[in-house]
T-cell receptor
Framework: NAGVTQTPKFRVLKTGQSMTLLCAQDMNHEYMYWYRQDPGMGLRLIHY???????AKGEVPDGYNVSRLKKQNFLLGLESAAPSQTSVYFC?????????FGPGTRLTVL | AQSVTQLDSQVPVFEEAPVELRCNYS??????LFWYVQYPNQGLQLLLKYLSGSTLVKGINGFEAEFNKSQTSFHLRKPSVHISDTAEYFC????????????WGLGTSLAVNP
């Protein structure tokens, strides 16, 4: 099993550009999450999903959109990137209590 | 509302010394508690978790934690640390409701020096 994978690993964007981060899991987990990690701020939840076709806002959803069209995939979109969105993004999935994390995507917005 | 406070943002320690990373929580529902570790430039992985039963929980890499309900604490300990334990450690509590969200502490950076 690959577990949780994230694509891409690194990306540099210019302000105003758009992009999509892909998260895939092969553990048949119902729950999936997108976090951002910034120095001194821990992990902050952006959006999450409790099952295929469902999404919900976390604590910092502004400027991001998500989709969960297939159970195994959870996409995070930035429609118009801003420098404040420079961060490391982590995807996680869960079946019951433990969350399994991907390796992260390091995004820089210039 | 639920919350997690990690009392130390940075903990420097010498190799082979014992270490304790402190975590306090606030929760009005049944408490499920977790410690995760993040090695440099990697994702997070579970160290250990408390769901029920024995209050002393053993995890990977020689770590253990004790759930103390009266003090609302879940401190992480290791009797003898290695250089390879240098990492960021996060405490978390499972949130109420059926969305399985984790409420995270801000993390403790453990630096093990030779």
């Amino acid at each position: 099993n690959a577990g949780v994978t994230q694509t891409p690993k690194f990306r540099v964007l210019k302000t105003g550009q758009s992009m999509t981060l892909l998260c895939a899991q092969d553990m048949n987990h119902e729950y999936m999450y997108w976090y951002r990690q910034d120095p001194g701020m821990g992990l902050r939840l952006i959006h999450y999903s409790v099952g295929e076709g469902t999404t919900a806002k976390g604590e910092v959803p502004d400027g991001y959109n998500v989709s969960r069209l297939k159970k195994q995939n959870f996409l995070l979109g930035l429609e118009s990137a801003a420098p404040s969105q420079t961060s490391v993004y982590f995807c996680a999935s869960s079946l019951t209590d433990e969350q399994f994390f991907g390796p992260g995507t390091r995004l820089t917005v210039l | 509302a639920q919350s997690v406070t990690q009392l130390d943002s940075q903990v420097p320690v010498f190799e082979e010394a014992p270490v304790e990373l402190r975590c306090n929580y606030s929760s009005s529902v049944s408490v499920y508690l977790f410690w995760y570790v993040q090695y440099p430039n990697q994702g997070l992985q579970l160290l250990l978790k408390y769901l029920s039963g024995s209050t002393l929980v053993k995890g990977i890499n020689g770590f253990e934690a004790e759930f103390n309900k009266s003090q609302t604490s879940f401190h992480l300990r290791k009797p003898s640390v290695h250089i390879s334990d240098t990492a960021e450690y996060f405490c978390a509590v499972l949130g109420a409701g059926n969305n399985r969200k984790l409420i995270w502490g801000l993390g403790t950076s453990l630096a093990v020096n030779p």
